[in-house]
């Protein structure tokens, strides 16, 4: 019994790191789409001052 409950224990905890790790990779992926969304605003904005100046 007493073995059963280590086991099973172990078992979540290795999956709450996963959880953990997934979510982290998650935030990671979600921070570089957000610099790259900035980075494209900022080019389409200077982009867009250029038409408007045209105007």
Do not use: F, P
């Amino acid at each position: 019994m007493l073995s059963e409950n280590n086991h099973s224990r172990e078992k979540e905890e290795s999956l709450v790191t996963l959880k953990k790790i997934s979510l982290e990779s998650e935030q990671i992926q979600i921070s570089l789409i957000d610099t790259q969304t900035k980075y494209k605003c900022k080019r389409t904005k200077k982009g867009s001052r250029k038409k408007s100046s045209a105007l």
